[in-house]
């Protein structure tokens, strides 16, 4: 039977990264639709944990492996640890989500296993030997539906798109292998983590973002924020402007989000924005231009001034609660 190998990944806290969950749901998919057995694998210093969450995720079996070597992601360690196990396994289908970590580790793992590989995935349609994938392309201005005709094929799974796997299905087993370490020409030295009181950018079910509207002043996103629970992005002008730190930008070469709400203060709806939060459940539009961009897909569009409308916007829920 055809195999469908999904790699979790594991958050530098040891926390399962939550894109995981959405990857995990998009293999299924997969398997339902290519026929073939769901297969998840663990790389992690002490796997045991991560793995009790993961085998009740649905899938046939859970495969890990624990060694220091794996307490930092490197991909020079991994890809080669990943690529073995698909080829022991005989999987047709190697994927993850496409965070960081799986946008840089998939690639290499495509290139050992010599398979064709799509990126951003956002839909598997067809059936059997004939199922293709769906994906973005020029920021979102194309969308291509692809198939893979090598013998393995890769993906990386835009996880926005799919819903999160549901843990308290069947057990999977869970099978421990011994990996085989290459030795590496890089080395970990330091994670710098950014922290703060706000959700994750990525994982924020309301997120309020700010552009070049706000002229550098971020005090009214951030509070307006602050009063949501949400998390502050930006656009890629507010960032290469220096006004907020580049791990806030959203869009084509930023971070994709699909909150709950998504509210956009000052920003015009430069396709390479649009790219990674039109999947947004629900997106306010606030700008004084009746004639920027973001209003063709903003459910709600408000033309005004953000300096006006975020304080009383701000004032009006805080008098709700």
């Known amino acids: ?116 590989m799509a990126t951003d995935v956002t839909a598997i349609n067809g059936s059997g030997a004939d199922v293709t994938f769906t ?47 290459e030795p ?21 079910r309301v997120v309020v973002s700010g552009g070049r509207g706000t002229k550098g002043d971020f005090k009214e996103i951030e509070a307006l924020a602050d009063e949501l629970g949400a998390a502050v992005g930006a656009s890629r002008a507010v960032c290469d402007a220096g006004w907020v730190p580049n791990d806030l930008q959203i869009g084509q070469t930023g971070k994709v989000v699909a909150p709950q709400l998504y509210i956009a203060a000052g920003i015009s709806g430069a396709i390479q924005h649009l790219a990674g939060m039109k999947s947004s459940k629900t997106i306010v539009a606030i700008n004084k231009d009746p004639e920027a961009p973001i209003f063709q897909v903003a459910d709600y569009g408000l033309v005004a001034d953000l300096f006006k409308v975020l304080p009383e916007l701000r004032q009006a829920l805080h008098a709700l609660k």
């Open 1 to 116: 039977m055809p195999i469908v190998l999904i790699v979790a990944e594991q958050q530098p806290d040891g926390n399962l990264r939550k894109a995981t969950l959405n990857a995990v749901s998009a293999g299924s998919q997969l398997a339902q639709k290519a026929g073939a057995e769901l297969h998840l694998v663990l790389l992690s210093k002490d796997p045991s944990k991560l793995a009790e969450e993961l085998k009740g995720l649905g899938a046939k079996a859970v495969h890990t492996a624990a060694a220091p070597e794996f307490e930092h992601y490197l991909a020079e360690v991994y890809a080669p640890v990943i690529a073995t196990l698909a080829q022991e396994l005989k999987a047709d289908y190697v994927g993850a989500a496409s965070t960081a970590m799986g946008k840089d580790l998939l690639p290499r793992v495509a290139a050992r296993l010599k398979a064709a």
């Open 135 to 181: 994906r973005p392309m020029w920021a979102g201005n194309v969308i291509a539906e692809v198939k893979l005709t090598t013998p393995v094929k890769v993906l990386s799974l835009r996880a926005t798109e799919f819903p999160a796997a549901a843990a308290g299905q069947a057990a999977a087993e869970v099978k421990t292998f011994t990996a085989k370490i």
């Open 184 to 204: 590496s020409k890089t080395k970990f030295v330091d994670f710098k983590e950014v922290k703060s009181a706000r959700p994750e950018l990525t994982e924020a």
